[in-house]
């Protein structure tokens, strides 16, 4: 006679496990928590203006805001690795300047350079004094040890003094044909500038999600002494972000200048309110460590959007200052609440 296994016992009083449902994160979201906001102002431009959602219109708004957007990719990823840089603003302004200076005639035009590099040059130039600014705060924070805000702030305010000695209070006008290229030509019937800003975030995107050293900056926004432990090298990683933070301002006086076909004397005044408003509300943290660029590209689409609606309303320019500021606060609020940290 055969034996059968007869089924295991099971504990008929036990308490079934109990299913939580699953919570959501607002902080997984923040990201794309800008696109519907952006489609929302796409429907009031509609409303102010029949204008809104022609070509012209909407190529103007992307093209002005390329400038913009790269000073926010460059001071994304110094505020993503725990800095902050405030010398973009005067950046933007003093590279092209400076360039401009060392390769324009000495004599026959309004603006009196030094004529010592042929025209073609001025674009590498350019770019350099950028990559020199950024190396400069990355010694004065890192090497030297002071205080990233202050020095920055004395950085912007050296540069903008520079910028006006050098230009002497004047717009450059008649600017090198290479010089002025990439920010008035077009490709496929699009700016140029805006394929490259496009192309610029998205290498920035897959650089900080993809390779080691992106994923690196937010081990050192987070917390810094931890990521020297695990062996990362903070030091240099933060000194490389704020000197390419530097080398994407300069590109961008570069695309500024070729937009309006001069070097204002006051480019870039003012823009770092911009600058920061575009980061915080496209969810990069002031803290360090968190935020994407998309956020980030999104921001800048927000802000000029919205200027761009209040322009087609007939609102005065003068409230723009205002409402970035209004911007920042509400951005701040919102951040406080998704995330649940304290914002020290």
């Known amino acids: 006679m055969t034996e059968t296994a007869s089924p295991p016992a099971t504990d008929l009083g036990a308490t079934p496990p109990v299913r939580r449902r699953p919570r959501i994160d607002p902080a997984r979201w923040r990201d794309l928590s800008l696109v519907p906001v952006i489609l929302v102002l796409g429907v009031i431009g509609f409303i102010v203006s029949p204008a809104f959602l022609t070509?012209?219109?909407?190529?103007g708004v992307v093209q002005q805001s390329t400038e913009l957007g790269l000073l926010v990719l460059g001071e994304a990823l110094v505020l993503i690795s725990g800095r902050m840089d405030l010398s973009l603003e005067s950046t933007i302004g003093l590279a092209p300047v400076v360039a401009l200076w060392l390769v324009m005639p000495a004599h026959g035009g309004r603006f009196a350079g030094l004529g010592l590099f042929p025209a073609w040059t001025a674009i590498p130039l350019c770019l350099a004094v950028g990559a020199a600014v950024g190396a400069?705060?990355?010694l004065l924070i890192l090497g030297l040890r002071v205080n990233g805000f202050i020095a920055t702030l004395g950085m912007l305010t050296m540069l903008r003094g520079l910028q006006v000695g050098l230009s002497e209070g004047q717009s450059i006008g008649n600017v090198p044909e290479s010089f002025a290229y990439l920010g008035k030509a077009d490709w496929l019937g699009v700016p140029a500038a805006v394929w490259i800003c496009l192309a610029l975030f998205a290498l920035g995107g897959a650089a900080l999600g993809y390779l080691r050293h992106g994923r690196a900056l937010y081990a050192i926004g987070g917390n810094p002494e931890a990521a020297r432990a695990a062996g990362i090298r903070v030091d240099r990683l933060t000194w490389t972000v704020l000197t390419l933070a530097g080398v994407l301002a300069a590109f961008a006086g570069i695309l500024y200048t070729g937009h309006y076909g001069a070097v204002s004397a006051s480019q870039g005044n003012g823009w770092i309110f911009q600058v920061f408003a575009a980061a915080?509300?496209?969810?990069?943290?002031?803290?360090?460590g968190r935020g994407t660029l998309f956020g980030a590209l999104t921001g800048v689409l927000t802000l000029q959007l919205v200027i761009n609606v209040m322009t087609l309303g007939g609102v005065p320019p003068l409230w723009t200052q205002f409402l970035n500021g209004a911007i920042i606060i509400i951005a701040l609020v919102i951040s406080r609440f998704t995330s649940g940290e304290k914002q020290d």
């Open 55 to 59: 070509q012209d219109n909407l190529i």
């Open 136 to 138: 400069v705060n990355g």
């Open 280 to 288: 915080v509300i496209g969810g990069i943290s002031l803290k360090g």
